[in-house]
């Protein structure tokens, strides 16, 4: 092949170039599981029970889809040890108080547009047969 014929080969692992395009980054994960004493009876409150977290974390655009560093993005990791923290560290009457609350904590400690989390019981303390019951939140960031 002469050289008019070659096509044109960028190097992919390029990251100073800083050329391409930054992708929106949602970061989701689902059925983080703790246990955790939230609920409106005493016996929720004393006892505990499973409760399941779901989180989707808008980023916006994130230079690690350029530069594969997890410094340049939100480290999952964290975000699920902090979940954890925030739903551990003390009870609430309701889910939808503790979603805020893992959604405020979230907007506040890292760089993120917005979160939706939703919190599950999978055993709610109901009479009746449900597979669970759920509480979602969405905030964006500024709010």
Sequence with gaps: MSDEEQPDIEDEDDDEGGHEPLETVTIEISGLSLYTHHGVSEAEREIGQRLL???RLDIGEADATVTD???DTVDYGE????VALVAQQ???KTLE????AIADRLLSDFALEGVWVKASK???PIPLPVDDVSVEV??????
């Design 53 to 55: 977290i779901d989180l």
């Design 69 to 71: 560093r997890i410094e």
């Design 79 to 82: 975000v699920c040890q902090l």
């Design 90 to 92: 003390r009870s609430y």
């Design 97 to 100: 108080r503790l979603c805020g």
């Design 122 to 124: 999978p055993e709610p």
């Design 138 to 143: 969405w905030r964006e960031a500024g709010e």
